[in-house]
């Protein structure tokens, strides 16, 4: 029998334990990746030359980013590890990458997609200033390159990444001038059973939380955001928003951090043909999986937070369990003990993202609130109200017809943050539901490619 | 071109390494070795570049390689990407396209 073709991509926590799984096995995947270095966004490394230690950079995770490094430097000789290729397309059985402007080609009997999570992000007015980041953002520019976004920052939006990159801009010595938290505090509370699935990451949290309240900086829980202020040169000037208690409150600053938890790159499982379903719980569309991360296409695996945001421990275990799932499929032995360890550890990891879903709540009613002149595809300067009209007065009540009519979702970032925002504003003006909106579909290339790239040598 | 505005980034450590200059649109700026060329810039500067579709000034949104806002090029046209190109010593860019021309304008 052949050398089965195994082809990865992404090298964060998913991959890396993918990887290592195949490589027990006796095999060599190939790892694409399109990043500088292994470790994915979360345990990202910084530039050589930089001196900040583990613990500075990773926090209480830090022993679990040491034992990822130190494992993918193990890895390194026994796998062809691809650093700086993007995978732009998958048709075929063939992934069609880009490295340096060259394109390539690889062939796959078993392709394991780890492609990981970017910021799910929300539009408010002024959005588009100069000095708006996402949350994921913010924290690469401290994690990666010690600096922060602005002088006064303010975090605005909701999730764990909310608190936590909050938190490590002031323990990092950044004015931080205010934590805007859409979700109400009592949805945290209400979620305290699925939490404390994980008992460690609950007691985590409420650390965080302890240190958010002795830093001094003021937090606001169950706010609207109403706007960002902003002049068109000097970019963000303030934040607005109105509190629980009604009371409109601006906050001054030049920078702001915006986020509402985190959404699956899935466009290349949309690419392979992967089926997807409609989750109720976080209104979105996502890849369908079995408990070991088959998808619907056979000899196509998926991983990580690019499938279910479960957050870095979650990732290392399904990419253990996707990688177990091809050595079946291969007729390859499987180490079945260490399999029915990952898949209890994965249950738990599942109930967790549900009890943080909950607790940190997609705030829906916001997007279908948005004034008509807030702009949504800030790629591009459309207008909510462009959008609104197209669904209402030309019956645009499907994202990818109203994506045609108004090219939302057809800019630069290709719909990866006004998507989600954009469904809903077409669903709450024609009262179809969110379900039947649909998804924007996913296009190849899934990034830009630069116009010179020529044509693969035969 | 109006000005670029006051340095958007503050540095909170790791100021210990070698510092480099670049150019940014026939100015030079200092940075220091291991920066992206987003953080060379905005450490320097306000702005990245301006929106072509609004009035805004721009500086990057995502930092993660997704949201390609912050593209930047060298002064031959080549397109780069400033959240994941790292600064090197001497690089020449331009916060604008060069030679930018719509076919199906007159």
């Keep these: 029998m052949a050398e089965p073709r195994l082809i990865i991509v992404g090298a964060g926590p998913a991959g890396i334990r993918a990887a290592e799984q195949l490589v027990a096995a006796g095999l060599r995947p190939v790892l694409l990746d399109e990043g500088q270095r292994d470790g994915g966004q979360i345990y990202r490394r910084q530039p050589e030359g930089f001196t900040r230690t583990p613990e500075q950079l990773y926090g209480t995770e830090a022993a679990r980013a040491v034992a990822l490094h130190e ?9 062809d590890y691809r650093p700086r290729h993007l995978a732009w397309n998958v048709a075929d059985g063939v992934v069609h990458t880009i490295s340096a402007g060259k394109p390539g080609q690889f062939a796959y009997d078993a392709l394991i997609i780890a492609a ?55 323990k990092a010595g950044a004015e931080v001038v205010a934590l805007l938290d859409t979700s ?36 606001h829980r169950g706010v609207t955001p109403v706007e960002i202020h902003g002049e068109a040169e000097a970019g ?27 959404r699956p790159e899935a466009q290349l499982a949309d690419l392979a043909r992967c089926a997807f379903t409609f989750d109720a719980g976080t209104r979105q569309f996502w890849p369908e999986i079995d408990a070991d991360g088959r998808s619907s296409v056979p000899g196509v695996y998926l991983a990580g937070d690019g499938v279910r945001t479960q957050g870095a421990d979650g990732a290392e275990i399904s990419g253990a369990l996707a990688a177990c799932a091809a ?16 898949r209890a550890r994965a249950r738990i990891m599942e109930r967790f993202r549900e009890g943080i879903a909950e607790a940190y709540p997609w705030p829906a009613h916001l997007a279908a609130d948005l004034p008509d002149e807030a702009i949504l595809c800030r790629c591009e300067g459309i207008t909510v109200g462009e959008l609104r009209d197209a669904a209402n007065a030309k019956g645009a009540d499907e994202v990818n017809r109203a994506k045609a009519l108004t090219r939302v979702g057809m800019g630069r970032c290709q719909g990866r943050y006004c998507g989600h925002a954009g469904a809903e504003i077409v669903a709450a003006a024609t009262g179809v539901p969110l379900e039947a909106v649909g998804r924007l579909r996913g296009q190849a290339p899934v990034k830009p490619l630069p116009v010179a790239a020529g044509e693969v040598e035969p | 071109m109006s000005r670029p505005g006051q340095p958007r980034f503050m540095r909170l ?6 510092p480099i200059t670049l150019t940014v649109d026939g100015e030079t700026i200092e940075a220091l070795e291991g920066d992206s060329l987003l953080v060379a810039i905005l450490t320097a500067r306000g702005r990245l570049r301006r929106s072509e579709f609004g009035p805004e ?42 030679d930018l021309s719509w076919p199906n304008r007159a």
């Design chain 1, 327 to 342: 050595l079946e499929d291969l007729g390859r032995p499987v180490p079945e003990a260490r399999r029915a360890e990952f």
């Design chain 1, 184 to 219: 109400p505090f009592h949805r945290q509370v209400m979620a305290l059973p699925k939490l404390a699935a994980r008992p460690d990451m609950l007691l985590k949290g409420l650390r965080i939380v302890a240190g958010l309240m002795a830093s001094g900086m003021a937090i």
């Design chain 2, 57 to 98: 000034a721009r500086s990057g949104f995502c930092l993660m390689a997704a949201c390609q806002d912050c593209w930047v090029w060298t002064a031959d046209g080549h397109r780069l990407r400033a959240c994941d190109t790292p600064a090197r010593a001497g690089l020449s860019l331009v916060t604008e396209q060069p």
């Design chain 1, 236 to 262: 963000v000037t303030g934040a607005s928003v109105r509190l629980a208690s009604g009371e409109i409150r601006r906050f001054d600053c030049d920078a702001v951090g915006l986020g509402y938890h985190l």
């Design chain 1, 71 to 79: 494992s993918f430097e193990q890895l390194k000789p026994q796998i």
């Design chain 2, 13 to 18: 450590g790791e100021t210990g390494r070698t």
């Design chain 1, 116 to 170: 990981g999570a970017t910021d799910r992000l929300l539009p408010v007015k002024g959005w588009q200033h100069a000095g708006v980041y996402s949350l994921g953002g913010a924290q690469i520019a401290l994690k990666a390159q010690a600096c922060a976004i602005g002088r006064k920052v303010v975090f605005m939006g909701t999730g764990p990444l909310l608190q936590l990159v909050a938190l490590q801009y002031h």
